[in-house]
């Protein structure tokens, strides 16, 4: 079974920076493309970011070149770097797994994730 364990989340103040980490457990680096998704209070789900199994990162436009995904392959754990961040990234943040093919990462269709870890940004 797909097993993802994030953390990390906190409280910011506004112009911070935040790093999140999740552990996958349960299945092959490359037989999944992972990512991250994002919901806040009252908002639809929107998806952050995703690396492909071959290693192509996309970011949604909202987080681009604040949001930074990193993986330490050795530890089955990616990463979340975020930086310059604002009140409207406050949301619980959630590790997810997706199939490496077709257009699923770049639209961040995931299929599977595990619990959340909140990130308030505070003005």
């Keep these: 079974d ?8 906190g409280l910011v103040q506004a112009g911070g ?3 999140l980490s999740c552990t996958a457990s349960g299945f092959r680096r490359h037989d999944y ?12 789900r929107e998806g952050v970011s995703c690396v492909s199994g071959i290693g ?5 436009d909202s987080v681009a070149g604040r949001f ?10 990616v990463y979340l770097q975020m930086d310059s961040l ?6 619980v943040y959630y590790c ?3 199939n490496p093919y077709g257009s699923n990462c770049p639209t961040f269709n995931f299929k599977s994730w595990g619990q959340g870890t909140l990130v308030t940004v505070s003005s």
Aim: proline residues 4%; charged residues 20%; glycine residues 8%.
């Design 17 to 19: 920076s935040v790093r």
């Design 96 to 98: 997810a797994v997706t």
């Design 33 to 44: 493309s992972i990512g991250w998704f994002r919901q806040a209070p009252g908002l639809e």
């Design 56 to 60: 192509d990162t996309y970011y949604a």
């Design 68 to 77: 930074t995904m990193s993986s330490d392959n050795a530890k089955n754990t």
């Design 86 to 91: 604002k009140p409207e990234d406050t949301a």
């Design 2 to 9: 797909v097993q993802l364990q994030a953390s990390g989340g």
